[in-house]
């Protein structure tokens, strides 16, 4: 499970996104030069989720075979996404924290019309960064090496990664294997609820933290962790100047704080 819908959304846009910079880098890129490339996805779904994502890429070639690429995205969600709870003939409250955007707002609850779907409005921006480096040690022979991490209101990821990929020698026929790490930071907006607790329909009073150092403030910050595996091999082949044959297989393990904390369920 992800934390937001809009993760799902963005997972799903991730191919789209890379092809708005799709020259691959050891091709586009001039020997001993910086070539940069950006451009801008856009995506809308009727009162639900509105995603702009601009994109900049930067690749410096070294020689034929090796290079380093950054790229550098900027993610700002807004909208609407459902929480879980039954649609009902009464009028409904929403939980305080289901009505909390990352940004920081926070309100009592939002009222649900009777018979409508009840939603959680957000806004959130993410910003993230990945470096790959290509090294090259013979003609047929080449490792990836890559980085990445990315930061928003309430989600931080950082991970890195080795690919390792073996030509034939005709060049026609590449064999890949890869693994993978990511490490999360999870803080829920509210902090991370109680699993399977009433959710209370207000907020409590303010404290008075006037007299509370940052320290102190920083201290009190819960996170939750999450970590993830990935293990890939595949088999690419060039069949044609046009045709391009590719089949992979990959395994993943995930652990630590899987569930989504902006979800509920309705006791009825």
């Not at 999360?184 to 006037?210: A, K, R, Y």
Request: aromatic share 8%; charged share 15%.
């Amino acid at each position: 499970m992800q934390l937001k819908s809009a993760t799902s959304v963005r997972l799903a846009l991730a191919a789209a996104s890379c092809a708005l910079l799709a020259d691959p880098p050891a091709q586009a890129a001039q020997r001993g030069a910086w070539v940069v490339n950006a451009g801008t996805l856009m995506y809308e779904e009727k009162d639900r989720v509105s995603i702009i994502e601009p994109a900049l890429m930067a690749t410096y070639k070294f020689n034929d075979e090796d290079y380093i690429d950054v790229r550098v995205v900027n993610d700002t969600m807004t909208g609407a996404s459902p929480v879980g709870a039954s649609v009902s003939s009464h009028p409904q409250t929403l939980p305080p924290m289901l009505s909390t955007s990352a940004s920081g707002s926070v309100s009592n609850g939002t009222y649900v019309a009777p018979e409508a779907l009840p939603v959680n409005r957000f806004s959130d921006v993410r910003n993230s960064i990945a470096v790959n480096w290509q090294k090259a040690f013979s003609r047929t022979f080449r490792t990836v090496i890559g980085s990445s991490a990315s930061v928003e209101g309430d989600y931080s990821s950082f991970g890195g990664s080795l690919t390792l990929l073996r030509d034939t020698a005709d060049k026609l026929t590449t064999f890949t294997a890869g693994v993978s790490y990511s490490h999360d930071l999870i803080n829920p907006v509210g902090g991370p609820p109680e699993p399977l607790t009433v959710l209370p329909l207000t907020l409590p009073e303010p404290e008075d933290h006037s007299t509370h150092g940052e320290e102190e403030h920083e201290a009190s910050i819960i996170y939750k962790q999450k970590q993830l595996s990935d293990l890939m091999v595949g088999v690419t082949q060039v069949v044609s100047k046009h045709v391009l044959a590719q089949l992979n297989y990959s395994v993943g393990y995930t652990s630590g704080y899987l569930t989504d904390p902006y979800k509920i369920i309705s006791r009825v």
